[in-house]
């Protein structure tokens, strides 16, 4: 399978604390991957680092969605998201004075075009993308089931509604890559099993791959194609659920030594 | 270059700064506090001078000696003014307090006018003369022309005050838990501070030194006016922000800085543009700067 | 309420206030001829004055905090329900267009021109709703831009003999221009130091057209700018007057169309996000920058168009007629009317620049009032007179748009 993200030798340095230390993580056409660790292992601060928030102190960050492989270093977050890489956030950063539609059309910012011009005249062409938008924004909300609360103000939702929300934002980017950051925190188990179908349809239906940082191994271990994880800044183990469960440094960096009895 | 005429300059500049160095005070410990840029503060400063005023007008014809004078206007002035801080915070930023900035800002505004309209109504429109309080001390004689009596009594009342201040925020109860509030809120209301009483400490105390700040740049000016709170607020707030705002240490920085800077560019260079370096420094810094000298650059957390 | 424990606090603030305004309302001081007075009728009217208003404020505050969580779509005001419902909408607009159109002829030129003052401050304050209310960039300075307009088809005038049909959209493009000059060092400014830095750009563009007197002519001004002529035909004072009346309504009109549309496009959408927040919305591969200059330029166009006017109306520029108040003014219009709304701006500009003409009467009272107003305003009706307005994207059924 071909690799559509190769992060290696990534490092990220504040002041004096070296946050991430020559990670190196690739995910494949396809894939569902998964990102653990103990928390303040790094592993927000991946997505930052990758996203464009913050400038990686070194390594290299390469894409290649279609082919020929980037390197997106640097480059600032509005840009890496119209390069296919969307996100969604630890905490919830959905537009609070918008409705559940408006904040799925924001979404469709990176593949529309109209400018001033189109806003004041709405010539042909702003009308047909403004429909474009509209109806795709709103098939997106079907798709997550939210389409019913369409013109409802996006913070009146119910948590585990706000955060699906936030993923078909994501997906309206038109991305290749979707990075989520703890979807399922907060959320009940019944909410979690529609995340669960959620993210599998839209590697299947829509061909967007998945990496997601999580804490709710049953969600992680049921979904995963691949697991990385992490501590302090450092891979310390990678593969399937299966050699994950059963591999003694992960165990030892969630639960600490064992003590002997 | 003359060396005599760039010290005047530099003492003249330090006075200055002196000045706004203590309204600027009063502005960055309120933000620092609330977030609030206190429109109003200049004000204070304002009514801090009028009422010093009254009091020792009142005071002298009454036959007090001098010293007594200056001791009770001194009083009353920094009393008073922190009275109106007090109040200010109550009536116009109090309701305000969970409101978004702009509602706090424009509410500032309002009672910013408000305050100097209630001066201009109740007392008058006119540049009111003010006494001279600060004697020409003769020991200075030899020095005067450097840096005259008052001016050194400027700068030797702004230190003591900064020292005070710095005392009070590093060493006492109150000053960790204005340091606390000023930080989170939440937290330091769970910890079972009074955030509300710390906040209206705060006004006073900003509100205290803007009004010695007052007194102090009357009586070396000469005269009064209602409308005098207004600029020289501007300028306080651009020291403050220009020294990183919430940052005690920048507003003084900032201060001095802008008030060597307006010394030296109008000795040397030219008079008329006098204000207009101010905000030219003010600009170039925050670009290259943002947070403002000593300012804190605050990364968002993601 | 319990009422002793009400009249010890009002009367606790009595005292209070009595004390507080005590050297300022009670004694008189007149330093040139060493007298003073003592008003102690004033003390009893603030000690009286003071118990009721601590009552009334109390009670105030107490309907505030019952007032309860907003949400769009709840009780709209009466502005809103008359301009939502057709059946009102219609005929109250037409009312409105009719009697703007008689309007010169009905009243004296001294109304006319007041109107035409109060018709320029909509433009301004519709063009920094832009800037504050749609994208939320704190902007104190705006009244730079109207001075660049102002001063362009002054000096244009002046130079090249550039008359006002030319004038005005070249006022507006100059506008626009310095608007990206001046937008392009603050876009890494946060909210508070932004404000700042605009108020000084708005300073500092005053002080140097007040300094630089071989450019600007210093403090006396510009004069003698010429009036806007009919296809060539010169009109007398009145006549001009109500031609610059129609004129302005005209251009307004063509305003409010222009922002409209901009509020309901993918640009608006874009301001808004950028304002309720700045990471998510670049995470939606909206850019910044561009997007917070475009707010500043397309602000800036309408404060030069407007300075245009001014210019034309007054026929004459001075530096004096641009300082931070102005500012000061257009943003409380934009936030008393109602920020983001093209009604609640409309309505905020004619009140507030209206209301005090009206009250002339009230002469010296006018600014304390206005100071008043401001703070009670934001303290009880902080979203402003038209509140809660945000028309958001109403999606009908697929294939049809709004």
Known sequence: ??????????????????????????????????????????????????????????????????????????????????????????????????????????????????????????????????RFIAERSYALLEKIGLESFANELAVNLPYGAQRRLEIARAMATDPFLLLLDEPAA????????????????????????????????KLVMSLSDNIHVVDYGKKIAEGTPEEIRNNDLVIKAYLGEEIDA | MDFEYFMQLFFGGLTRGSIYALIALGYTMVYGIIQ???????????????????????????????????????????????????????????????????????SAIGMSLFLQNYVLLAQTSDFLPFPSLIPDFLFWEPYAHIISSPELVILGTTFVVMVLLTVMIKFTRIGKAMRATSQDKIMAALLGINVDRIISITFVVGSATAAIGGLLIASHIGQINFYMGFIAGIKAFVAAVLGGIGSIPGAVLGAFVLGWTESFFTGYISSDYEDVFAFVILVVILIFRPSGILGKSETQKV | ???????????????????????????????????????????LWVGIGAFFLSMLWR?????????????????????????????????????????????????SMYQTSIMISALIYVMLGLGLNIVVGLAGLLDLGYVAFFAVGAYSFALLNLNFGVTFWVALPLGGLLGGVSGIILGYPVLRLRGDYLAIVTLGFGEIIRLVLENWSEFSHGPSGIANIPKPTLFGIELSLDQETVYLFYILVLLVIFTIFVINRLQDSRIGRAWIALKDDEIACQAMGIDKAKTKLRAFALGATWAGMGGVIFAAKTTFVNPASFTIWESIIILCTVVLGGMGSILGVISGSLLLILLPEYLRDFGQFRMITFGSVLVLMMVFRPGGMVENVRRTYTFKRKMETR
């Open chain 1, 186 to 217: 907060g959320m009940n188990p019944q909410e979690t099993r529609t995340l669960d179908d959620l993210i599998i349809r839209i590697r299947d239906e829509d061909k967007i791959s998945i990496l997601l940082i999580e804490h709710d191994m």
């Open chain 2, 36 to 106: 609030l840029i206190n429109f109003a503060h200049g004000e204070i400063y304002m009514i801090g001078a009028f009422t010093g005023l009254i009091v020792s007008s009142v005071l002298t014809m009454a036959g007090m000696p001098a010293l007594g004078v200056v001791v009770m206007a001194a009083m009353a002035a920094v009393i008073y003014s922190s009275a109106y801080g007090f109040t200010m915070e109550k009536i116009a930023y109090r309701p305000l307090r969970n409101a978004p900035r702009l509602s706090a800002l424009i």
């Open chain 3, 59 to 107: 009670y105030l505050l107490m309907q505030r905090e019952m007032g309860g969580k907003r949400e769009i779509g709840d009780k709209p005001g009466i502005i809103q329900t008359i301009a939502a419902n057709r059946r009102f909408s219609i005929p109250v607009l037409t009312g409105l267009g009719v009697f703007i159109l008689v309007f010169p002829h009905l009243f």
């Open chain 3, 1 to 43: 309420m319990r009422a002793g424990n009400e009249i010890k606090r009002s009367a606790a603030a009595s005292i209070w206030f009595m004390f507080l305004t005590f050297p300022i309302m009670v004694i008189k001081v007149n330093t040139v001829t060493q007298t003073v007075e003592w008003r102690w009728a004033n003390m």
């Open chain 1, 1 to 130: 399978m071909k690799k559509i993200l190769d992060v290696s030798n990534l490092t990220m340095d504040f002041g004096g604390l070296r946050a991430i230390d020559n990670l190196d993580i690739s995910i494949h056409e396809g894939e569902i991957a998964a990102l653990i660790g103990p928390n303040g292992a790094g592993k927000t601060t991946f997505f930052n680092c990758i996203t464009g928030i913050y400038k990686p102190t070194g390594g290299d960050i390469l894409i290649s969605p279609r082919g020929r492989s980037q390197r997106i270093n640097g480059l600032k977050p509005n840009l890496v998201t119209k390069k296919g890489l969307a996100r969604t956030f630890q905490n919830i950063r959905l537009f609070s004075s918008m409705t559940v539609l408006e904040n799925v059309m924001i979404g469709c910012h990176p593949v529309t075009k109209a400018g001033v011009l189109g806003a004041i005249f709405r010539g042909a062409g702003t009308r047909a993308e403004e």
